[in-house]
């Protein structure tokens, strides 16, 4: 089986989402914040160059999105959100 093939994705989607919230803490770590996704973000360190804390803060957020995204999923909170606003959309 190919590694391209569409069989795989599913696949792929789960791991990504599992690396993602390790990913953030790792970001946390260099940032001095507090670890875990869920917490508030800190202050930019002393002596950290303005664009790597920007640089860092981008790819955090990022990683943040996916993993809560891929929480919500899971938990099937977006599915009604999603039924309702297409629902609302169509009235």
Known sequence: ??????RDWPIAARAKRRTTAPRADHI??????QLGI???QGVKPNGMYQRTHA???ARHDALVNVA???MAKK???????????VAEASS
């Open 68 to 70: 809560l995204t891929g």
């Open 28 to 33: 946390r770590k260099q940032l001095r914040w």
């Open 38 to 40: 869920l917490h508030d």
């Open 75 to 85: 938990l099937g909170l977006l599915r009604g959100r999603l039924e309702d606003t």
């Open 1 to 6: 089986m190919p590694a391209g093939d569409a």
């Open 55 to 57: 640089r860092l803060l």
